[in-house]
C-alpha cells in the first residue's frame, strides 16, 4: 500500500458548493481543473481498492463534465501514515470496485490545511431525499425492486471481502436517474435499472476479524438490530442484513418500520412486529423466530421482555409486495445466526 501523497487542492479543484457536514467532517461538490481521464487512469497501486476505475467509468455523465465530490476529513493526523489506519481508508483500500458501491477517485493530503481529501463520484440525491420527494405516493414495484437488487448486490460484496458496513440506512444510499448518470452506452445488465444505486459512507466498516471495542452506537438507532440493542458484545455481516430489511420496508411503505424515539421504544417497536424472541410457539406464525439468548441479554440491561404476539411481515407491507414479505421476514430474525446470508438472499425467488 503506498502512502496517502500530499498535493494541493486548490492546484487540482475548484470548489462549487458544499454538499452537507458529517461526524467524519465536510463534502463539497468540485471541478477537477485537469482531464478527468488523468483520475480515471488505471494504475497499479489502485488495482484491487475502490479506487480501481469501473470499465464504464467514461460513459458516465457527470465524470465527463469533470464533477466530483470530495469528503474533507475534520481531524488532522500527525503522519501520512496514520491514515492508512482511518476506518473509511481501510475499507477503500480493502475492498475492490463495485457498480453498487460509490467509486472513489483519489485520496490525497491538502497541502495547505494538511486535511485528509476523499475525492469520489458526485451522485444526485440519497434514498431518504428519494422517498420524501414521494410524499407518500407509491414508489412502482419495478424501480423498488431494482433499488433492493442494487443495494443487496452492494452488501454482498461487501461481506464477500470480509467486511460488514455497519451504518446501513437511507442516508447512505445515493441515487442517481439513470439517465442523468450515462450519457453513452448503459453497461450490460443495467438496462432496465431507472435508478442507479450506490453505498456509501464507509466511515464504520470493520472487518469480521476485528472484534476490538465494538460499539454499541453505531448505525442510526431505527436500522439498529436487536444484538446491538442488546448490548451484545460482537456482532457481524448480520447486522447489516437486518438494516437491509428495515429499507426495504422503507421503500414500499415510504416511512420507517421501528421508528424507536430512543433504545427502549426501539426494542418495543420491534417487539411488536416480531413478537416474544422465546414464546413463539403460541402465535399462528413464526415471525422472528426463538432466541433464548435475546432474554439472558435483556435480563443483564435490567428489564424483562413483555409478552407481544407480533403481526406478520404480510400485513405490514403494501399487498403488491407480497412476494418480497417472505425475503424480508428472513432479515427480521431474532437471531443473528438464523437470519440468512447475502448471497443467500440474493438467490431468493423475489430478485430472480
Known amino acids: 500500500i503506498l502512502p496517502i501523497e500530499y498535493e494541493s487542492f486548490l492546484k487540482s479543484y475548484y470548489m462549487i458548493s458544499r454538499l452537507g457536514f458529517g461526524s467524519f467532517g465536510c463534502a463539497i461538490l468540485a471541478k477537477y481543473r485537469k482531464s478527468i481521464s488523468d483520475l480515471l487512469a488505471p494504475q497499479p497501486h489502485k488495482l484491487g481498492t475502490l479506487l480501481e476505475p469501473l470499465k464504464y467509468a467514461s460513459s458516465t455523465k457527470p465524470h465527463a463534465d469533470g464533477l466530483v465530490a470530495i469528503k474533507v476529513m475534520k481531524n488532522q493526523l500527525k503522519k501520512p501514515s496514520d491514515y492508512l489506519n482511518v476506518n473509511e481508508i481501510k475499507f477503500i483500500l480493502s475492498v475492490p470496485s463495485h457498480s453498487n458501491l460509490l467509486q472513489i477517485f483519489d485520496l490525497f493530503i491538502d497541502s495547505a490545511s494538511g486535511k485528509l481529501n476523499i475525492v469520489m463520484e458526485p451522485m444526485d440525491q440519497n434514498l431518504y431525499q428519494f422517498i420524501q420527494k414521494h410524499e407518500g405516493r407509491a414508489i412502482a414495484p419495478w424501480v423498488i425492486k ?18 460488514f458496513h455497519r451504518d446501513v440506512k437511507p442516508e447512505n444510499i445515493l441515487v442517481s436517474s439513470a439517465k442523468h448518470y450515462y450519457y453513452k452506452n448503459i453497461p450490460p445488465g443495467k438496462e432496465n435499472d431507472i435508478y442507479v ?120 407491507l403494501r399487498t403488491d409486495f407480497q412476494d418480497l414479505a417472505e425475503a424480508i421476514q428472513a432479515c427480521f430474525l431474532w437471531d443473528p445466526e438464523a437470519r440468512p446470508t447475502a448471497d443467500t438472499l440474493s438467490r431468493h425467488a423475489y430478485f430472480r
Open 146 to 163: 431494482s433499488m433492493l437488487a442494487q443495494l443487496l448486490g452492494a452488501i454482498k460484496h461487501i461481506h464477500s471481502h470480509g467486511f
Open 197 to 316: 444505486l450506490k453505498l456509501c459512507d464507509y466511515g464504520l466498516s470493520r472487518h469480521v476479524t476485528n472484534t476490538k471495542d465494538l460499539t454499541q452506537y453505531v448505525s442510526t438507532r431505527w436500522y439498529r438490530a436487536p444484538e446491538i440493542l442488546l448490548r451484545r458484545r460482537s456482532y457481524s455481516r448480520p447486522i447489516d442484513i437486518w438494516a437491509f430489511g428495515s429499507v426495504a420496508v422503507e421503500l414500499v411503505n415510504c416511512r420507517p418500520l421501528f421508528a424507536g424515539l430512543n433504545e427502549t421504544d426501539q426494542i418495543w417497536q420491534i417487539l411488536t412486529k416480531l413478537g416474544h424472541p422465546l414464546f413463539q410457539g403460541r402465535c399462528s406464525e413464526d415471525l422472528g423466530g426463538v432466541w433464548p439468548e435475546a432474554v439472558q441479554l435483556a435480563d443483564k440491561l435490567g428489564f424483562i421482555i413483555p409478552y407481544i404476539a407480533g403481526q406478520t411481515i404480510q400485513s405490514i
